[in-house]
């Protein structure tokens, strides 16, 4: 069985690389957001035509790089949310909402420090994880119902 996992939340970090590298051999396909940050701020105005007023610009990236979320997501067997230290990352937090009211298997990725502001966020997850490596033990069991070590 392929499980389809996809790969939302913050990009300043290699969490997604660590998860693939961690899942190699593993019959996962992964999918993602696209995480140049440029590419995906500038995707509508590139495709669609200019903008002159930011937030008309900022509103046609966010719309075409919704028909990829939102396919991505709602395709899945299993969406992994990363929350990470640096940013508020509200884009996560509508895709952990967006698959929570989909009724996919949703595993949070974030630090403790983040516990009480994403209390409601982790309470419609399924496992809430510190490290890349605790999802790539989660994903592995699910497949193969081997434990870790």
Not at 101 to 112: D, E, T
């Amino acid at each position: 069985m392929t499980l389809s996992v996809y790969l939302s939340g913050e990009i300043h970090t290699d969490w997604r690389e660590q998860i693939i590298s961690g899942a190699d051999g593993l019959d996962i396909a992964f999918s993602s957001p696209v995480t140049d940050h440029a590419a995906s701020d500038d995707c509508g105005v590139e495709i669609l035509g200019a903008e002159p007023d930011k937030f008309w610009h900022d509103r046609k990236g966010a719309q075409v790089n919704a028909i990829r979320t939102r396919r991505g997501i709602e395709q899945a067997d299993v969406v992994v949310v990363r929350f990470g230290d640096k940013y508020k990352q509200w884009n996560a937090a509508f895709d952990a909402g967006m698959a929570a009211a989909f009724g996919q298997s949703l595993i949070i990725l974030q630090p403790p420090e983040h516990d009480h502001a994403l209390k409601e966020v982790d309470a419609a997850a399924l496992a809430v994880a510190r490290e890349p490596k605790q999802v790539v033990d989660i994903l592995r069991y699910v497949l193969t119902g081997n434990l870790p070590g």
